[in-house]
């Protein structure tokens, strides 16, 4: 599975961005997407998920009530809504799908984009 992500950018703090995560391949395997994020020489953490199918999600407790991720399945698109945005969530935002095929379970990646929140 292949993920093309793009909506990054600068905002100001207060501001809005929404990204967009895009994939192709064998996406009928995919069994959740998400979004990490990761400052330079740090581990990714998680922001937000959502699985396939039901489409539950699970946030980490910093974006709570001011990010909303969604799905598209038609387009194998999944958004990411960031409301509220503070200098503290200045970071690059990795896509992400699991997956499960063959036996095995995967997890692919996007490149990062980059959001950036001034003050």
């Known amino acids: 599975v292949q993920l093309v992500e793009s909506g990054g950018g600068l905002v100001q703090a207060g501001g809005s961005l929404r990204l967009s995560c895009t994939a192709s391949?064998?996406?009928?395997?995919?069994?959740?997407m998400g979004w990490d994020r990761q400052t330079p020489g740090k581990q990714r953490d998680l922001v937000a998920a959502i699985t396939s199918g039901r489409g539950s999600t699970n946030y980490a407790d910093s974006v709570k009530g001011r990010f909303t991720i969604s799905t598209d399945n038609a387009k194998n698109t999944i958004y990411m809504q960031m409301n509220s945005l503070k200098p503290e969530n200045t970071d690059v935002y990795y896509c992400?799908?699991?997956?499960?095929?063959?036996?095995?379970?995967?997890?692919?990646w996007g490149q990062g984009t980059q959001v950036t929140v001034s003050s």
């Open positions: 391949g064998s996406t009928l395997d995919i069994k959740a």
């Open positions: 992400y799908a699991d997956g499960y095929s063959y036996g095995s379970n995967w997890r692919s």
